[in-house]
């Protein structure tokens, strides 16, 4: 029984052109970093004094509102509150994220001095003791010792 003959694709378009119209497994879509939001201390006081106006208006619903219209949480009104009432509109000024460091410029650049200079008194010592030894292998060798420049 003879074998059944291979049937050419039908398809008429090229083989390079099927390649390129098949969908690839997925798409590699970058999405930009969100950056953390920051507000100039004019633009807290505002929300604020705002704020202070709808409780003060009474009007259900107004600081909610104010709240979404601006997209912060009612938590940071109410750090806001408590950085102007303590320190005033100075207060509401930014600050760095983060921790602050436990030591200031001035200090750590003192740290580090202080390390590099009980290094050179280590080395200082060390150098000063090797001396003193070949001094002690000149006297027992009967050997004289050079004459420096530096000494006269």
């Known amino acids: 029984m003879p074998k059944p003959a291979r049937i050419p694709d039908r398809d008429p378009a090229p083989e390079s052109e099927r390649r390129q119209a098949r969908p690839s497994g997925g798409t590699l879509e970058t999405v930009p ?3 953390r939001r920051v507000f100039s ?38 750090s806001w509150r408590a950085q102007l009432g303590a320190h005033g509109a100075a207060g509401l000024a930014a600050k760095k994220p983060g921790r602050k460091p436990r030591l200031t410029q001035t200090e750590r650049l003192n740290a580090e001095l202080l390390k590099r200079n009980a290094e050179l008194e280590k080395k200082l010592r060390v150098a000063n003791a090797l001396i003193a030894l070949q001094k002690k292998a000149h006297e027992v ?12």
């Open 41 to 78: 201390a004019a633009e807290k006081l505002r929300i604020v004094k705002e704020a202070d106006a709808c409780v003060a208006s009474g009007q259900r619903g107004d600081l909610e509102a104010l709240l979404r219209r601006e997209g912060i949480y009612s938590s940071h009104l109410a």
């Open 33 to 35: 970093k969100r950056t």
């Open 141 to 152: 060798l009967g050997i004289a010792l050079p004459e420096s420049d530096g000494d006269s």
